[in-house]
């Protein structure tokens, strides 16, 4: 939502990995760009040359056009290949291991021996390998940051990981890219990436339980605490996102929308305006118990 | 060149041969190969129509950000809807079609190998199609896309009977598939005139034995694949549910172990009518003819080796998919051979610019594209980028609706003229293949940039901020116009059937035994049994020699006899001996009979009442005994 610059791009390659197949893009690009011109070029002087016999034999067109041509181009890929595939997705020493779930549609996220628990919105720091451990207990996802690495799903049954290194500070788009149902198309995270100064310091105010804030008791004695947790309080509820520090997030609803207060309200309200799919259901509220609970929520940085 | 056509000896003894009744018993009890084929292509356009109107209303919902004309319950239906009618009830039956009207022809023979099981075939497609259909018509589409991953067809998250319609169709029509496909491998290897050695087949011919071949080998995947899953559905297994012990993964393998040969499977028959119109339209023979048909079945057998290039990013271990990576790179060498092969016959060949051979043309240009970025999906780690994106959306359309689709309309208007005894226009033919040309590359060609720039396949809706919209309104205007383009084909064959101009026998002055006798085909093919001399029967020097009938047993349906008793010859597989003659079956309900009866089975699983798919057992017994029992020569 908030990349309102240029969109992702799989040629930005702020990542490790992105940063390597750009590369093996331009390689690929650049041989297709031959080849077609070469073949194109001889299509178009077959058809308006004066007809005549060759000079070439068939059997030499094809050999050379049909197995010789190929052979050079695809031994020059395969060598690109084995090179790219040799030097992805390693493990490497120092790593940061960032454990993420797949729901329906939103991201759970966990930072290992922290405690921390967030949706939606990865952080990490900037140059630090990192180790995205990917699990699903539902459906098949599909984690994707076109800037920053290629796919890796999200297995019921089966853990992945991803391995990279963010080479440039930024806050990225992040995708599911396996169809999963309703909400695919909505079910969008955030990956801020930032000095490892400014990581730790986020870190640890992820890692603080939720402010005292007032609403806190309407929001305890709601439907919502059946569904999300609020660390140090009684809302301990696990099929929707953890919510302890929802205002320190710049979007909701699995990047669907920009964290306002109105748009808040609004997706407490009637969530399946805003994301037709979603599981949440419209709790009934009245307006004052609304108005506690959007407080509160508002309240938890 | 062409050869004279050997007028029956006594006409009418023979067209009452061959005659199917009149009106509507005809109709479901005709096993004219002939019929049966035109039909193939009918039923199947339909379903191209259905499927391609699915496509441009998921392109209108596209056409710009935050679109509220479909929800996404509605847009996913679609698509799942639109794969799966255009691979299972277009792509697939139409090639079948063109096979059954042609093979027999090309290989100078008066039926196919088994008539019944063809009707059998083709009734099966329309019930299965008529059955996937029903989920449109009742508003419960399969949601799941046309690759129906589990777990999310698993009934814990897709309760209801969508996509029981589409696991039950997909084994209801691999039925007549693979019946379909052993018709095709038996006439092909038994069926052939004498003189007809493998080493002479008409390469057409040769991709519809590497079609039937890897039919064979490959839909019994998705049968098993689609087969568990509703045993799952339906019976509570759970061979696919990763709480109760089952495998996501396996899905996965059983279902592209079928899906990438299946993609060749279309391909592949589509090669051969482009190698036979370039060699026609450049009026000399194919080059390299013993490349070409070993190409083919390089292809056939290398795509069974590719399958994991589906599953890049399902995390198995890099060491095990880059086998698959390399069978994917090696899978361009025999496609280099068929493309290199048709430049050179252009180049020392005399092109004459048909509508056919536009299609041809613009057939090379398309799949060079969709074969270059073939080469790049194959790479593995640049596949992890694109996978699942737009990319990968106009990669296979370009083999997909490029490479198969234009070489289908080329065969229309190539093949149309011996179909219906008329021409189409040729004028309105090159109108349809310019809108289609210049309107298909603007559809596709932008869905390349959209999946680089991170649009994944299969969303409904996007956000203004991804700066997705403006390709993406390029591309929903275009895929109009395309559809246009299409439909002006369709009224061209409408047209032709009322003003066409009549077609003589050979109107192109090609080289195959089709064009050796009248056009529209007679019923009975050909009066007498060519001889065959060469590769290309028709462009040898002299007329076309016809059998005469033989005192030997095994000679006796060669000539106008033949004809006269409703047979036709078989011969040996390799040298083409004649080795006896097979009486072609009278026209019979028993293949639509059975076929509802099997439609019925399905109908019982669908609403899950064993009654019903009891019975259909039932029924289906009793017509399979019936069609055992009674001998070709009952009428029934």
């Not at chain 1, 090179?83 to 797949?102: Q, S």
């Not at chain 1, 290194?165 to 990956?191: I, N, P």
């Not at chain 2, 001996?577 to 019979?588: A, F, I, N, Q």
Request: net charge neutral; glycine share 10%.
């Amino acid at each position: 939502m908030l990349l309102a610059a240029a969109g992702p791009s799989i040629l930005h390659g702020d990542g490790s990995e992105s940063h390597r197949l750009v590369g093996v893009w331009w390689l690929l690009l650049g041989l297709a760009v031959v080849v077609v011109i070469v073949v194109v070029g001889l299509v178009v002087v077959a058809l308006v040359r004066r007809p005549g016999p060759s000079s070439l034999g068939d059997d030499w067109w094809i050999a050379a056009g049909g197995v010789a041509l190929p052979v050079v181009v695809l031994l020059v890929v395969a060598v690109a290949t084995v090179d790219a595939t040799a030097h992805l997705r390693i493990r490497k020493p120092d790593e940061l291991r960032v454990e993420v779930v797949g729901r329906r549609w939103w991201w759970d996220v966990r930072y290992p021996g922290t405690g921390v628990v967030t949706a939606n919105e990865i952080h990490v720091p900037v140059g630090r390998p990192l180790d995205i451990g990917l699990d699903s207990d539902n459906v098949t996802h599909s984690f994707w940051l076109p800037d920053l690495a290629g796919k890796v799903d999200l297995i019921p049954g089966q853990h992945n990981d991803l391995r990279f290194t963010v080479r440039q500070a930024g806050v990225y788009q992040g995708l599911c890219a396996e169809y999963c149902g309703l909400e695919h198309a909505k079910m969008h995270f955030l990956l801020v990436a930032e000095s490892p100064a400014r990581f730790e310091t986020w870190l640890a105010g992820q890692r603080a339980g939720a402010l005292d804030a007032t609403g806190r008791t309407v929001f305890e004695q709601s439907a919502c605490a059946g569904c999300h947790t609020v660390r140090g309080t009684e809302a301990v509820g696990t099929k929707g996102p953890d919510l302890t520090h929802l205002a320190s997030r710049q979007t909701l609803a699995g990047d669907t929308v920009d964290n306002t207060a109105a748009e808040l309200r609004a997706w407490i309200t009637d969530p399946q305006s805003l994301k037709r799919g979603a599981l949440m259901p419209a709790v009934p509220l009245s307006r004052a118990q609304l108005d506690a609970i959007v407080a509160y929520l508002r309240g938890l940085r | 060149m062409s050869a004279e056509i050997t007028p029956p000896a006594d006409p009418h003894a023979v067209s009452s041969a061959w005659e199917d009744p009149a009106g509507i018993v005809g109709f479901l009890t005709s096993v004219d190969h002939k019929r049966i084929g035109v039909r193939y292509i009918y039923t199947a356009f339909v379903f191209f129509v259905i499927a391609g109107l699915l496509a441009l209303v998921m392109r209108a919902q596209l056409a710009e950000p935050k679109n509220h004309l479909l929800g996404p319950g509605a847009y996913n239906q679609l698509f799942t809807m639109h794969g799966t009618l255009m691979i299972f009830f277009f792509n697939t039956p139409v090639l079948a079609g063109f096979g059954n009207y042609l093979v027999p022809l090309m290989i100078g023979s008066r039926d196919m190998a088994f008539p019944r099981l063809n009707a059998f075939s083709y009734w099966i497609f329309v019930l299965s199609g008529l059955f996937i259909g029903a989920s449109l018509v009742s508003g419960h589409m399969p949601d799941g896309g046309w690759f129906a991953y589990v777990p999310y067809t698993n009934p814990t998250f897709n309760p209801g009977v969508g996509m029981d319609f589409w696991g039950l169709g997909v084994v209801f029509t691999g039925i007549s598939t693979t019946v379909g496909a052993v018709n095709f491998i038996v006439t092909i290897f038994k069926m052939r005139a004498p003189g007809m050695t493998l080493n002479r087949m008409p390469i057409y011919v040769w991709s519809m034995l590497v079609f039937g071949f890897m039919v064979i080998f490959a839909v019994p995947a998705i049968t098993l694949a689609a087969g568990l899953l509703e045993l799952d559905r339906l019976f509570g297994t759970r061979f696919f549910d990763p709480t109760g012990g089952g495998n996501v993964l396996l899905y996965q393998h059983l279902f592209w172990f079928w899906g990438h040969p299946e993609v060749y499977i279309l391909f592949i028959p589509a090669t051969g009518m482009v190698s036979t119109m370039i060699a026609v339209f450049s009026r000399r023979k194919l080059a390299g003819y013993l490349w070409v048909a070993t190409a083919l079945v390089g292809v056939g057998f290398i795509s069974f080796g590719v399958w994991v290039h589906h599953m890049f990013a399902t995390g198995m271990p890099a060491m095990a998919m880059s086998f698959f990576s390399a069978a994917s790179l090696i899978i361009a060498i025999p496609s280099g051979v068929l493309f290199f092969a048709w430049i050179a016959t252009m180049w020392s060949g005399r092109v004459t610019f048909t509508t056919p051979m536009l299609f041809c043309i613009g057939f090379l240009v398309i799949f060079l594209l969709g074969g270059v970025t073939g080469v790049m999906v194959a790479v593995m780690p640049f596949d992890w980028q694109v996978t699942d994106t737009y990319f990968v959306v106009a990669h296979f359309h370009y083999v997909l609706n490029g490479a198969v689709v234009f070489p289908i309309f080329g065969a229309l208007y190539y093949w149309m003229p011996k179909m219906t005894g008329r021409m189409l226009s040729e004028r309105l033919g090159r109108w349809s293949f310019w809108v289609m040309f210049v309107a298909f590359n603007i559809t596709f060609f932008p869905m390349h940039l959209l999946g680089m720039e991170g649009m994944p396949r299969r969303v409904y809706t996007y956000d203004p901020s991804l700066g997705w919209d403006h390709l993406n309104l390029l591309v929903s205007a275009a895929s109009g116009f395309f559809g246009l383009g299409t439909g002006l084909t369709f009224v061209n064959i409408a047209w032709s059937r009322f003003r066409g101009a009549p077609a003589t026998a050979d109107p192109w002055a090609a080289d195959t035994l089709e064009w050796a006798t009248a056009s529209p085909t007679p019923h009975h093919n050909f009066t007498a049994i060519p001889v065959v001399a060469s590769r290309h029967p028709l462009w040898d020097k002299g007329a076309l020699t016809w059998a005469e009938t033989t005192d030997d047993p095994a000679g006796r349906s060669l000539g106008p006899d033949g004809a006269r008793t409703r047979t036709t010859p078989w011969t040996s597989g390799a040298d083409t001996r004649p080795e006896g003659h097979l009486r072609v079956p009278l026209d019979t309900v028993v293949p639509f009979l059975l076929a509802c009866a099997i439609g019925v089975v399905f109908l019982g699983l669908l609403v899950d009442r064993s009654v019903i798919w009891g019975l259909g057992l039932a029924l289906a017994a009793v017509n399979g005994l019936l069609w055992a029992w009674r001998t070709e020569l009952d009428a029934v």
